[in-house]
């Protein structure tokens, strides 16, 4: 059974950058698209961005412009998904969970990673 392994997570000052990465556990398996979603205590879970596997992207408006998402190139392993966060603020700390479509009615979900913004 084909896993996600997220890492990146971490805590950092307002302003600041992280860069969160995700990888399927098979590199075999074909991916329509990787994403990345979020969530508060008591809040449900919002898309952040997502990537198809032709390169579309979709970002949420509140990311824009400090978010940047990326997947596999000729660097980073197959079946990877990558979120770098520029300008961090308070309101972006989150559980971030990464996801990857296996087709349009099949999702899986990695563990989540905590990201923290605070001074």
């Known amino acids: 059974q084909v896993q996600l392994v997220e890492s990146g997570g971490g805590l950092v000052q307002p302003g600041g950058s992280l860069r969160l990465s995700c990888a399927a556990s098979?590199?075999?398996?074909?991916?329509?698209?990787m994403g990345w979603h979020r969530q508060v205590p008591g809040k449900e879970r919002e898309l952040v961005a997502r990537?198809?596997?032709?390169?579309?992207?979709?970002?949420?408006d509140s990311v824009k412009g400090r978010f940047t998402i990326s997947k596999e190139n000729a660097k980073n392993p197959k079946n990877s998904v990558y979120l770098q966060m520029n300008s961090l603020k308070p309101e972006d700390t989150a559980v971030y969970y990464c996801?990857?479509?296996?087709?349009?009615?099949?999702?899986?979900w990695g563990q989540g990673t905590q990201v923290t913004v605070s001074s």
């Open positions: 996801h990857a479509d296996l087709s349009v009615s099949s999702r899986i």
């Open positions: 098979e590199s075999s398996i074909s991916i329509y698209a």
């Open positions: 990537i198809t596997r032709g390169g579309d992207t979709n970002i949420t």
